[in-house]
């Protein structure tokens, strides 16, 4: 069966999944969203590096609602406010399109019942779902992670670490995202980075603890910042000097009887010399509980594809977009509402 598939954003993650909606025998490309003043207008073969499409990217939601498809892979980069985004995947909803979304929607009850009210309510009039996935959170967390613990009799907490060196990215917006450049006093817990991210990140936390058949008592952040010991210029164009920030440790922690339960972490880097922060990505999963594990997970570079040189070239991005395109057609046959990914048999806290 073949699908029709819009793809929405292409900036550093979403160039990959439009890569492979081309590319993939049983998908059609059916439209393009974009933002950059650069993209719109030409064909989407050409923006990600591959041979002519005749679909053209364009900048406006009224052309892609007109569209006709089955489903939209929706990436854009997140902000907050989410209303912008909830206005926009709710308008791909109502229009008859499932969406399956980047950053965020992971676990909607996070930010109330009204929150998942309104989102159900466009996926009933459009008859469609919405599902929020991606390689890590997603893959990792919501289901590697879970899974695991088919193998447990018990399980006293989880923790989930992922180190990335952000430093070879071709776009300066990771550098933003993460503070990197700033004084360590500029980035702090109040930070609005903190704040974006602790909104998806809680999300997580509450997705695999509702898989676990356990509810937390309280989520907490927690933020620590490395600095960089000489100045360096990044793959992007910006310069680290010396005595900023150029790596950042990020928990999200979920308790339960005033114990770290859940805890999701992430250490990243923009510079490659700050001790304790090698140029080496890697995911470990920690079990605590009968028997515990310990899982590392690395990534090797095996694609050999030419991408256009403002692409930033990393197999994470290959994997991000697999659960995106895996998903298409769990979520365009599942019943219009909230998709949720179960794993089966995996640890839980009391029989159903």
């Known amino acids: 069966m073949s699908y029709r598939i819009i793809q929405w954003a292409t900036g550093a993650k979403g160039i990959y999944s439009l890569r492979e ?3 993939h025998p049983d998908l059609e490309l059916a439209g393009l969203r ?26 406006s939601i009224d052309d892609i ?28 909803l109502e229009s008859g399109k499932n969406v399956i979304a980047l950053t965020g929607y992971y676990w909607p009850l996070t930010h109330g019942q009204g929150y998942v ?30 899974r695991l613990t ?20 071709k776009e300066s917006i990771i550098v933003d995202v993460m503070g990197c450049g700033k004084t360590p006093e500029e980035v702090n817990i109040n930070s609005y980075t903190t704040e974006l991210t602790t909104h998806y990140h809680y999300e997580v ?13 309280e989520k907490r952040t927690e933020l620590e910042t490395a600095v960089a010991i000489r100045d360096e210029e990044l793959e992007c164009g910006l310069v680290i000097r010396k005595g900023t ?24 880097n923009v510079v490659s010399h700050i001790p304790g922060f090698e140029a080496d990505d890697s995911w470990q999963i920690f079990i605590e509980g009968r028997p515990g594990m310990h899982m590392t997970l690395k990534l090797d570079q095996t694609f050999k594809d030419e991408m256009p040189d403002e692409v930033s070239i990393k197999p994470l991005f290959e994997a991000v977009a697999a659960p995106l395109i895996r ?8 019943p219009p509402g909230l998709f949720r990914a179960r794993e089966f048999a995996a640890w839980r806290a009391r029989m159903d």
Request: charged share 25%; net charge negative; proline share 3%.
């Open 21 to 23: 909606i081309i590319r």
């Open 34 to 59: 974009v933002y950059g003043t650069d993209k719109i207008g030409r064909d989407a073969g050409d923006i990600a590096g591959m041979a002519p499409t005749g679909v053209i990217a364009t900048d």
């Open 65 to 92: 609602l007109a569209i006709d498809a089955d489903c939209v892979i929706y990436a854009a980069q997140v902000r907050l406010p989410m209303d912008e985004h909830d206005d926009n995947v709710c308008r791909l």
């Open 117 to 146: 009210d309104k989102l159900e309510a466009s996926c009933r009039k459009g008859g469609t779902t919405l599902f929020g996935t991606g390689y890590s959170p997603g893959f990792i967390t919501e289901r590697l992670a879970i």
């Open 150 to 169: 088919e193998a447990c009799n018990q399980v006293d907490s989880i923790h989930y670490i992922e180190t990335c060196d952000c430093s070879r990215n």
């Open 205 to 217: 936390l509450d997705a695999m603890a509702n898989a676990l058949g356990v509810e937390l008592d």
């Open 245 to 268: 920030v150029g790596a950042t440790i990020r928990r999200w922690i979920g308790y339960i009887n005033g114990k770290a339960f859940i805890t999701s972490e992430h250490r990243w």
């Open 327 to 334: 998903a298409i057609p769990e979520i365009c046959k599942a």
